[in-house]
């Protein structure tokens, strides 16, 4: 199992998972939303772990969504499309 990390934040009622890219803008602006409006979440940057390690969560990741773009997020287990992600952390701050 991949280990992730952690950031903290103020809004921790829900659990926020990223699978993301190191070098992906969109992902880099969705931690940094995060952030920002203050809500804790972990994440994997999937192109920095081991190469075995990625085919597996890659292949878990396609059975959510077959065809894979970053970011991925996941709120309670639950995959949030991106079209929904801005929706989705307001969401989060309400509920705090």
Known sequence: MVESKTV??????????LYTLSTCIW???LK??????DIKY???DI??????????LKT???Q??????????FVDDEFIPNAELDQKIEEL???G
Do not use: W
């Not at 934040?9 to 926020?16: M, P, Y």
């Not at 940094?32 to 409006?37: D, H, N, P, Q, W």
């Open 32 to 37: 940094s939303k995060l952030t920002a409006r």
């Open 64 to 73: 959510v969504k077959p065809r894979l773009t970053f970011p991925m997020m």
């Open 47 to 56: 192109d920095l772990i081991p190469y075995m390690q990625k085919q597996v």
């Open 60 to 62: 878990q990741l396609k």
């Open 27 to 29: 992902c880099k602006r």
């Open 8 to 17: 903290s934040g103020k809004i921790s009622k829900h659990k926020v998972m």
């Open 42 to 44: 972990s994440y994997i």
């Open 93 to 95: 701050v309400r509920d």
